[in-house]
């Protein structure tokens, strides 16, 4: 059977916040994905959290590795992922029970290379408010590659991993890789993967929910 959305999940001695990342997956509306969990080096109790998702999920791609960065965890994900599109997801964040839906009906509605969406930072123990992130960028039109890197180079979109579903297709034949020891290591392959896309488009939408510690 073939897998529509694979969601990459590094995993660092994240205790606090994994579990709710790892149900914030499995309670998805679209059941056709699989979930590639990249142990990074994580402690022995963060072993026993993946051990008993694997246990009841058995759409789980588990890779275990010394620890290498959330570069190289995401660039071993890659490499074994079956999806037709991909999802990167930090396992401190968790995304809506309806954003995997969402995202992957634009895209084969559309056609897409890829399909932004909003966000939501989440600021914990302390008193700034979340803030909401929505483009509003006409998300019944096609944008070009060309144009949404000219946006990320203006700052008007972000150049996040995790707010972007991506063809897997796509980061294959551009050679996309996570640089490791980088600082901010998404900026330069999600402009790279954008600028060498077709066709992409937007869904207003803040389903990522991603936590600032």
């Given at each position: ?19 709710e ?117 006409d ?40 640089e ?25 939408k ?8």
């Amino acid at each position: 059977m073939s897998v529509d959305v694979s969601i990459i999940v590094p995993v660092y001695n994240m205790e606090l916040y994994l579990e709710e990342c790892l149900d914030s997956i499995f309670n998805q509306t679209y059941k056709n994905i699989e979930v590639i969990i990249v142990n990074d080096g994580s402690i022995d109790r963060y072993k026993n959290i993946i051990k008993n998702y694997i246990e009841k999920y058995k759409n789980i791609i588990y890779i275990e590795q010394d620890n290498q960065g959330l570069s190289m965890s995401r660039n071993n994900a890659i490499n074994n992922a079956n999806g037709e599109y991909i999802l990167f997801l930090d396992s401190d964040d968790y995304i809506s029970c309806d954003c995997i839906e969402n995202l992957y009906k634009k895209a084969k509605d559309m056609d897409l290379d890829i399909v932004i969406m909003g966000h939501k930072k989440i600021y914990n123990n302390c008193s700034k408010e979340d803030e909401l992130y929505i483009y509003n960028i006409d998300e019944n039109k096609i944008y070009s590659g060309k144009t949404i890197s000219d946006m990320m180079l203006q700052r008007k979109i972000q150049g996040y991993s995790c707010d972007k579903l991506i063809r897997l297709d796509l980061i294959k034949k551009s050679n996309m890789y996570f640089e490791p020891n980088r600082y901010i290591e998404d900026l330069y392959p999600m402009f790279k993967i954008a600028y060498e896309s077709n066709k992409i488009s937007f869904v207003n939408k803040a389903m990522y929910n991603y936590r600032q510690l």
